[in-house]
């Protein structure tokens, strides 16, 4: 969706992903506006995904399967962090128990950043999130974790937090949220309406 500044959606838009496509996010690469997602196989069983991502175009994204480990629908791949610096795209490949960033030029591994200690927090591993934005001469990036330790059927509840970066390699973690921004689970009681976004929609 395009927004307008006072948050009106102006252009709204589905992205075809595939069967399996799910969790889009955009990030900037060279001044262009580029989307990663994740494909994967769910529901055949077990489950197993990988990560793309490519330039947004009209009909799409341009895919590209990055050749990083366990891409190949052997393992189960997501909440990878893509952002752009300059002329190199950068992966945030995993963030726990250490942060791994690679270095990517198309398809390929460039190269394995000093592996630099994990953000941590006492809300459950730091996960995915969003690109990585300037913020007083550093970089700001939006995170979620979870806890699974509600009762009954919905035993998840997540939360989303922040944290602060060197703004160049090996992107050390220099401050992390001390208490979340926003935090959730299905046991807080939403209507069915507010469960499937049938609420607050734009009927047009």
């Known amino acids: 969706a395009q927004l307008d500044f006072d948050g009106k959606v102006i252009h709204n838009e589905k992205i075809a992903l595939g069967a399996g496509g799910e969790d889009p996010k955009l990030f900037k690469y060279r001044n262009i506006v580029n989307l990663s997602w994740v494909e994967s196989t769910f529901p055949n069983q077990p489950w197993r995904s990988v990560v793309r991502y490519g330039v947004l175009e009209e009909k799409g ?97 997540y939360f989303m937090g922040a944290y602060l970066m060197r703004p160049e390699p090996p992107f050390e973690v220099l401050a992390v949220s001390e208490r979340p921004i926003v935090f959730g689970s299905e046991v807080d009681g939403l209507k069915k309406a507010e469960k499937d976004g049938s609420i607050g929609q734009d009927e047009s």
């Open 61 to 157: 994204p341009r895919m590209i399967n990055p050749e990083l480990p366990g891409n190949d629908f052997s393992t189960i791949q997501k909440n990878w962090v893509f952002f752009g610096i300059g002329t190199s795209l950068y992966c945030i490949y995993q963030c726990h128990p250490e942060q791994v960033t690679y270095c990517l030029q198309g398809a390929g591994m460039v190269s394995k950043y000093t592996v630099t200690p994990g953000p941590r927090w006492p809300y459950g591993q730091i996960r995915g999130g969003s690109a990585p934005v300037p913020f007083e001469g550093n970089l700001l990036r939006f995170f979620h974790s979870g806890l699974d330790n509600e009762f009954g059927q919905f035993y998840r509840r």
